[in-house]
């Protein structure tokens, strides 16, 4: 079945303390990108990826790191989260940066 | 539920009827524009998308309808059912060279 997967789903965690959420896809996609979605902001885009070891940031990558060592993989770290890094994560990926996204089932992050 | 319905517009249909959705979009250069719908708990789920050489575009109970003049885009959901009950977001692209931008979404809530 194609699909993005991510892990943690679910994540609660303390300010300062690295994590890493990671993404995978299955469909040889060349384009991965991380979006964090907020009440009244909508979808707004972290980083994405053009291919492997190809990386840009988005509208608000702040905070947030990014790899991509390998085309199916695309993980997410947060050297040191902070509260306001509390929020709904979603990964992404398509063919190309110009075409329709699938996204992942979402990682829903606290920062206490 | 997730939290990323507060504060959207909503409009609310009675089950058979029709429902348009629209949505502005801001970037006169957009060439490539696409309708996700994310129901609760889930990532966005691609719909339909249409680039910018037509103005119609149809699928499976669903039209989307691009005006560039005034920079508007809609979808009309045919026969509207309870399973449409979710979150339609638009998204925007220039196939240059920039990602996707996603609108602010709308809200559908189903009467049966």
């Given at each position: 079945?194609a699909?993005v997967?991510?892990?943690?789903?679910?994540?609660?965690t303390?300010?300062g303390?690295k994590?890493t959420v990671?993404?995978?896809q299955?469909?040889n996609?060349?384009?991965?990108?991380?979006?964090?979605q907020d009440?009244?902001?909508g979808?707004r885009q972290i980083y994405y990826?053009?291919?492997v070891?190809v990386?840009d940031k988005g509208?608000v990558p702040?905070?947030y790191?990014?790899?991509?060592k390998?085309?199916r993989?695309?993980?997410?770290i947060l050297?040191?989260p902070?509260?306001n890094?509390?929020?709904l994560?979603f990964?992404?990926?398509?063919?190309s940066?110009?075409?329709g996204?699938f996204?992942?089932?979402?990682?829903r992050l606290?920062?206490? | 539920?997730?939290s990323?319905?507060?504060?959207?517009?909503t409009l609310?249909?009675?089950?058979?009827?029709n429902?348009i959705?629209n949505?502005?979009?801001?970037?006169?250069a957009?060439?490539?524009?696409?309708?996700?719908?994310?129901?609760?708990?889930?990532?966005?789920?691609?719909?339909?998308?249409?680039?910018?050489n037509?103005?119609?575009?149809?699928?499976q109970r669903v039209?989307?309808l691009?005006?560039k003049?005034v920079?508007?885009l809609s979808?009309?959901?045919a026969?509207t059912?309870p399973g449409d009950s979710a979150?339609?977001?638009?998204?925007e692209?220039?196939?240059?060279?920039?990602?996707?931008v996603?609108?602010?979404?709308?809200?559908?809530?189903?009467i049966a």
């Open positions: 079945e699909q997967t991510q892990n943690p789903r679910y994540l609660i303390v300010t303390k994590l990671t993404c995978s299955n469909m996609h060349e384009y991965m990108s991380w979006y964090r009440p009244g902001l979808l990826s053009m291919n070891e990386t509208d702040e905070g790191k990014v790899s991509r390998e085309k993989n695309f993980p997410l050297e040191s902070s509260p890094q509390t929020s994560y990964c992404a990926s398509s063919l940066h110009s075409g996204e996204f992942g089932p979402g990682t606290t920062v206490l | 539920g997730e990323v319905g507060l504060h959207l517009p609310s249909v009675q089950e058979g009827d429902s959705i949505c502005a979009y801001s970037n006169s957009s060439d490539y524009f696409i309708w996700y719908k994310q129901e609760s708990g889930k990532g966005p789920q691609f719909i339909i998308d249409i680039r910018s037509m103005d119609k575009r149809q699928g039209t989307v691009l005006n003049t920079k508007h979808l009309q959901i026969a059912q979150v339609y977001f638009c998204a692209n220039y196939s240059g060279n920039t990602p996707l996603f609108g602010k979404g709308t809200r559908l809530s189903v």
